[in-house]
Structure formats: structure tokens, C-alpha cells
């Protein structure tokens, strides 16, 4: 299992100023604590709830047909390129690139075994999606299209861009080239999959897109490049369990949710750092900026409060980011929790052959990079404790499909609980709606004059 520590946001290492007082604060919120788990717990399986994402772990079904997808098309693609947004892209990107043989698309296909490379377009810059199709045969690749409500622009524009270019090389045939991904019943792309004959997943109910990894938004692709799904369910299960324990001193979501909630609402600290020491773990970053950042930022409390809250998410990357982002963190505001992840035992062990004598490098023959890369996590989190900032360290035993997906599932119950310590609505995201509807209106889609006269008046020229 992933473990957690949370001694360096003691007071009794970091001060009375900066730190809290761990188990004088566990103990006044065991009962808080125990009450949301066990309310979590109980309201997941209610519709409107926004708590499937706590059942995919047991959703035999798609687990199955997932699987099955994968091997009927084993074989068959060279490519998998997956169009999505956000929820629909962040949970993909950050996996694959976990558990994914390091710079994957540049192997042999007998480097990988036989598995396709996966591209993910998430993004509508012209210059990129035009330079990805230049490359990539899309008579040898798998379109994997994933909206939940099946009409979000940036992935149906470029869907419309890539089925046009495909129809036109393939024909007809083209709709074996596609898989669908979006809500079982309703939205425009579920329209399209059954006029054109689309193979297609559900998004499930009551799962949003940043809780969706685990779903086949997430399964599909894993499995259309051969990572292994049982690995990657068993740890969602295993972690499931442990997060149902009530007890805050033996549920690692719990701290970590009450820890950055004290020490937002009690110390001033609202920045919420998240630094893996591990590059293959770098777009868990992403994919957490995300999480915490759509479910926690809100302006009205569930009693219709304003309240404007929510703890600002940062990405860094150890080591990398010592050389960037630690001197404001060691002397800048104290206003930060940084999140450092630690793997245990990685893959490969890397000697640093001895070949330099000289003073300043010399001490490094002989050592290992894995050596190198922990003791700047082990240097960095204790120079920060010195400077009286707040850390905690993630460690996972190594970067695999079981310890990968624990930690997905151990943030998105964190982040469900700071939810309910916040007294806000984690599930909704209605602060995205007003630039949506704007670009509705610039684009000129039907419905959405009004807003286009309004906007008229308030853009100036750029
Ligand atoms: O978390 C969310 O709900 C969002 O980030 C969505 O995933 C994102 O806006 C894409 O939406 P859709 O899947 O409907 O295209």
C-alpha cells in the first residue's frame, strides 16, 4: 500500500506558526472525519450524487467488455489517438505516461510487444493537431473520442477534423477506425455513434469527467496498449477498502484532506504543491491540478454562503523543479503544503560509473541516480522543514498499474473529503460555464445570440 507522512506539518518540527498540532487536530476532527467517510459511503450508490467514481473498482461489466474490446483490435492499429478535454484526457495522459515503457512512442513495435503508440490531442492549437496527422497513418489508427456530454468544442471540433480526413481515405470503413466514449443515453456524439455505427463506452452516471478515470474513459485506452487492467483494478479495490476505515488515524485521504484543510483555513496556506520525484509520475500532477482545483475552488457553501474558497493547486517536479521552483518555496511566503511523492524502488538501478576524480563530482562514482534522485527529496523536504514550511510525502513501493491506481483513488477521496470540510459542492464546476457560453456565442451557435450582443460590448480589440 501507498503510505503517507505527515510528520513534517507538526509543530514540533515546523513551530507553533506554521505547523499544527497533529494529534491534538486528529482527535478533534475524529468524529467529523468518521461521519463524512461513513456519509461518503452511504450516499455513493444515490442517483445525483456525483459518487459512482467510488464503484468503477467493481464495474465487472465495462472491466469486461473493456478488455475484450482491446483484444478483438489487438493487432490491427498501429495508433491510438485519443480526443478528449480535461476530465476526459488528464487521468489518460497521466497513467499511460506512469506505466507506459518510457518514451513509448519512440520504441519498435517490438519494443513494445506488438501495442500501438497512443497520442492524446487535448488541446485545439492548429499548428500541433495539424503536425500529429502529418504523421500519423490514420488507416492504421484507432480514434478513441471521449466527451461525456458529447458536445464539448475542442474535442468535437477536432473529431469533425479527423473523421473527415478519415472518411476520405477509408471510406465507409472508416467507422472501424472509431470508438466513441460518452453518456449512455444522451448528448450529440451519441446522436452521431448510432446514425454512423460507432463502437462506443459509456461514461457512467454520476461520475464527472475529473472522476472518470477509472471508467472507460481511463480503462479503454489502458487496455488498447496492453497495460494490465487487474493490476490497475486491484489497487483501486485495495486502497477502496482502506479509505473505508473511520478511523482518521488509519485513512490517509482523511489526513491528507484535513491536514490542507487546517492548514489553509487555520495558517494561511493555500497553495497546494504537488512535486512526484519521478518523472514517469509527472502528469499525476496534472491530472491533480485538475481534481483539486475544479472540485475545491467555489464560490457559495452547500448553506448559499459566498464564500470564494478554494486552495490553489501547483505542479512541480522533482528534481527538476529544485532548479526552479524551491528558492520562493524555501524564502518566499509561507504560504504553501507541498505534496512530495517518493517511489521506493524504481525499475532500473543506474550506477554512476567513477570516472572523475575531481573534488566537486567525484563523491557521485560509484552511487546510483536512484540514490541521487531520493536523497534531493530526503535534502529538499528537510531544508524546507528548516525554513519552517509544511510537507508531507507520498511513497509509493515502486510505479505500477497497483500503486499508481491507489494513488489516483487515495487524491480523489482526499479531495472529496476537503469537500465536505469546506462545506461545498465538489461535483459541480458552474464557473466554467460563462467563458463556454461566450465562445458558444463568438462561434456563432445557434441560441446564444444574446450573449454574443453582450460580448460585443464588453470585448475590446485585441
Ligand atoms: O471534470 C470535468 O467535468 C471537466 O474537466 C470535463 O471533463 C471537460 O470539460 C470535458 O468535458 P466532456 O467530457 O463533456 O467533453
Redesign the pocket.
Known sequence: MIRLNCKNVDEMVIGKENGLNIAEEFSAYKETIAQIISDLNKRKDKPGQWLQWMNLGYNEETIWYVKEFASQVKGKFENILVL?????ALGGIAVTEALLKPYWNLLSKEQRNGMPRIFFLDNIDPDTITGLLSILDLKKTLVNV?????S?AE?MSQFMIVKDLLEKELGDDYRKNVVATTDKKTGILRQIAEQEGYKTFV?PDDV???FSVFSAVGLLPFALVGLDIDDIINGIKDMDLALKNTDINENIAAQNALIHYLMDTKKGKNLSVMMPYSSRLKYVSDWYV?LWA?SLGKNKDNNGNDVHIGPTPIKALGATDQHSQIQLYNEGPNDKIINFIRVANFDNNLEIPGIFEYTGIGYLGGKSINQLINAEADSTRVALSDYNRPTITITLDKVDGYNVAQLLYMLEVQTAIAGELYNINTFN?PG?EQAKNYTYALMGRAGYEESAQVLQGKMTAV
Open positions: 478528449g478535454i480535461g476530465g476526459s471521449i466527451t461525456k456530454s458529447g464539448t474535442t461514461v464527472g469527467g475529473r485538475q475544479e464546476q466554467v
